[in-house]
């Protein structure tokens, strides 16, 4: 069994990691942390819990988690994450960090779209914890960089075309759209139920901070610097994300031969389900699990293919790929603890 704690669990993310973890059979939750909320049963936080977790929330304490816990899912904002990650691995566990603090390659970049870094040094030790391209290097990993919801439904719709080299690396468009879970658990305005409730809006449009993560990846998928419009809009629903990818054809291919190509690529891929033609995702068919679905339209009009894909933004895009990349972590079935049908309605 590897003991594992949440720190920062009474957020979103965090009681959808225990949700995926208390199923787990190779796992005991030894520990979970919240500021808020410490001193009460988490279960008391997070009723759903009821009868699977009843942990009792510690503050963060670095030293007395990491007397516990093999490996600490960092489930906090960026900044706050820096600020215990290096302990945590000095003291000898195994991280999954789950805030943007270690995902990008460049200290310049990172610090130019967030903040002063404090420990630039792990930048060249921490795995990008996208499974389906970096799953060889996460098994061995003591920091992994678990990836952000829209980057992770954008890079898995759009890296097998760059791949092969079938589009222009510069007409890329991305158009996507999250529930209101994305901005988190915290009391914000703008994520208020008559703010969000019969709305549909852009937003961080030309500046999200999400913009150079998505291209860095992509930059490393082509093999030269790509440069996108990203453009997130919030939809009036609990989570999910729906990214609609535009790009250039260079070799005229056809929906049914770009398919096939997909349908390759990803046939080892437990969680990628790539649709047949004439099928586009629905965000309502991932609900609750780690899948991430695809389907494709070539535009002849336009020479353009038009790439769409829909993830949980909590699952996917957050704790089941965090919960995947302990799998591989640990030598575990890749699917333990994630094999979950979609709810529906």
Known sequence: MVKVAVAGASGYTGVELLRLLVGHPQV??????????????????FPSLNGFCDLVCEPLDVAAIAKKADLVFTALPHQSAMAVVPGFLAAGCRVVDLSADYRLNDQAVYEH???????????????????????????TARLVANPGCYPTSVILALAPLLEQQLVDARSLIIDSKSGASGAGRGLK??????????????????????????????????????????TPHLLPVNRGILSTCYATLLKGQSAAELLAFYQQRYADEPFVRVLPEGELPNIAYVRGTNFCDIGLVVDARTGRVIVVSVIDNLVKGAAGQALHNMNLMYGFNETHGLGIVPTFP
């Not at 779209?113 to 098994?139: C, D, M, N, V």
């Open 28 to 45: 005991e939750i030894c520990a979970v942390t919240s500021r808020q909320h410490e001193g009460v049963q988490v279960n008391k936080v």
């Open 113 to 139: 779209w967030y903040q002063p870094h404090t420990s630039p040094e792990l930048f060249s030790e921490a795995i990008y914890g996208l499974p389906e391209r970096y799953r060889e290097s996460i098994k």
């Open 189 to 230: 305005e703008g994520s208020l139920f008559c703010e969000v409730n019969d709305g549909f809006k852009a937003y961080g449009v030309g500046n999200h901070r999400h913009t150079p993560e998505i291209e860095q990846e992509l930059s490393q998928v082509a093999g030269f610097e790509v440069c996108i419009n990203f």
